[in-house]
């Protein structure tokens, strides 16, 4: 199982948006996929078709995370009424906010990788919808994680939060756990006309080198229509929904190569 944290450290730069995007690429590729609603937003939930109602949901998986309590707060995505496949959701809530404290314990850190040991066999592939934030609920999902995809936009508050990003990654890496990596940086919302995007974007690539991921993520209005039906984009009809799903495509071929360098290799890629 090879588990990839989706993060950024400014909202609104279309974390949740790239979250969906890739489930709905592993969705078509046949890929076993968990959804982690880390986010206390809880839009990933929403954006995967699933009643909450009198539901279990990461608020309870962090306060005890034993294998019944993981068991009973993953749901199968509404995504999947329409079309075979795995892609399940665990339940994310606002109440996870009361695990977002600035100073979490040890014990604290490592919670998610004790949940997500128990389920283990079941995916194949788990990603994290992270808060905007580098509290608790980041920290302890980038330490239950192989990787960690950061996404930002071309502008200069966005440049600088993935700069912050990376930074406490490798701090990550050097006091908790070795094997977390960045996946690279995803350059969302790009519009190839606008100067500052150019500009933005060849700064990232001067700063970040190869962590600058390929292809960058324009505004796609079929994305948009996909997600607000709350639906995967690779089922989305239309020539614009095509070459937005072929976009996701190729990043999730980033991720399927980073795990086999990993050793946890992706089934069905």
Not at 105 to 125: G, M, N, P
Request: aromatic share 4%; net charge negative; charged share 20%.
């Amino acid at each position: 199982m090879h588990v990839l944290s989706v993060s950024s450290l400014k909202g609104g730069v279309g974390k949740t948006t790239v979250t969906l995007g890739l489930a709905s690429a592993a969705f078509a590729r046949g890929i076993r996929v968990l959804v982690v609603d880390l986010d206390p937003q809880a839009d990933a939930t929403t954006g995967l078709s699933v009643d909450t109602a009198n539901r279990t949901n990461i608020a309870d998986v962090l306060a005890n995370p034993k294998e019944k309590s993981v068991r009973s707060a993953i749901a199968a995505s509404g995504w999947t009424r329409a079309h075979s496949g795995v892609v399940d959701v665990l339940i994310g809530s606002p109440l996870a906010t009361n695990f977002d404290g600035p100073h979490p314990t040890v014990r604290d850190i490592w919670k998610l990788e004790e949940a997500l040991a128990t389920i283990e066999s079941d995916y194949d592939l788990v990603l994290i919808d992270t808060a905007p934030s580098l509290n608790a609920l980041t920290r302890t999902a980038w330490v239950a994680s192989d990787r960690v995809a950061i996404v930002t936009e071309p502008a200069l508050f966005s440049v600088a939060a993935a700069d912050r990003a990376l930074r406490a990654i490798e701090e990550i890496r050097r006091g908790l756990s070795p094997r977390l990596q960045p996946l690279g940086i995803i350059v969302n919302r790009w519009r190839e006309q606008s100067a500052e995007h150019q500009f933005r974007l060849q700064e990232m690539k001067e700063m970040f080198g190869p962590l600058v991921l390929s292809p960058s993520l324009p505004e796609r209005t079929a994305l948009q229509q996909a997600q607000g039906a709350a639906k995967p984009v690779h089922l989305w009809p239309g020539d614009n929904a095509i070459e937005t799903a072929k976009l996701f495509d190729a990043l999730l071929d980033r991720v399927v190569s980073s795990a086999r360098q990993a050793q946890n290799p992706i089934d069905g890629a």
